[in-house]
């Protein structure tokens, strides 16, 4: 058990709708960042957030987007779905923007159709 | 582009027999490099991690061997049990965030 806990653990969008999917860091850690995970491939870094701020992004369009509150849980929010944003969303927790120990939730399964 | 490249993408291995694991690297930034184990329907969990300063790390029976001028590092799983089949992702840092590797998947035959 990492302490990171995500929902919701499957869901099912259609395409064009949008999607909110939410994360609780483990106990003392101010930092989130999401990772999208296709089947059969190794995670992609979407972007972190510390201090309720956008701390980096990876190579993902502005239709996925993300908040984090005061209590260091996290929402992602992907808009406009398509097919390929099908996938296993991670939620992952550090203790610092730059802390390399970085722990994952269980995810929550998207399928867009 | 993949930073990191990782092979094999899948290995059989007799239970009680060693598992290897290879990746190699070519952003010199990287500082840290971690191992984790996924099963399915779950997310990955931090197995191993090592710095560029130090060329082995043991925990158990992982081990974690990395060869900085070369820009490869390899986990190797000693007397793998059924419990270890699973699929292991080798990935790198800088900054914030962790590159990973396409994974290789692991059997252990009893």
């Known amino acids: 058990e990492t302490g990171v806990t995500q929902s919701p653990t499957h869901l099912i969008k259609t395409r064009g709708q949008q999607v909110t999917l939410r994360c609780s860091s483990q106990s003392g850690h101010n930092t989130v960042s999401w990772y999208q995970q296709a089947l059969g491939q190794g995670p992609q870094f979407i972007f972190q957030y510390y201090r309720e701020e956008e701390n980096g992004r990876g190579n993902f369009p502005p239709r996925f987007s993300g908040l984090q509150f005061p209590n260091y849980s996290s929402e992602l929010n992907v808009n406009a779905l398509e097919l390929d944003d099908s996938a296993l969303y991670l939620c992952?927790?550090?203790?610092?923007?730059?802390?390399?120990?970085?722990?994952f939730g269980e995810g929550s399964w998207l399928t867009v159709v | 582009q993949q930073q990191v490249k990782q092979s094999p993408q899948s290995l059989i291995v007799q239970k009680g027999g060693i598992s290897i694991i290879n990746c190699a690297y070519e952003n010199t930034a990287f500082d840290y490099f971690p191992w984790y184990q996924q099963f399915p329907g779950k997310g990955p969990a931090l197995l191993i991690a090592?710095?560029?300063?130090?060329s082995e790390k043991k925990e158990g029976r992982f081990t974690i061997s990395f060869n900085k001028s070369a820009k490869q590092f390899s986990l190797h799983i000693m007397d793998s049990q059924p419990g270890d089949s699973a699929t292991y992702f080798c990935?790198?840092?800088?900054?914030?965030?962790?590159?990973f590797g396409a994974g290789t998947t692991v059997t252990v035959r009893a």
């Open positions: 992952a927790s550090s203790s610092d923007p730059l802390g390399n120990t970085i722990y």
């Open positions: 090592i710095r560029p300063d130090v």
């Open positions: 990935a790198a840092s800088n900054d914030y965030k962790l590159s």
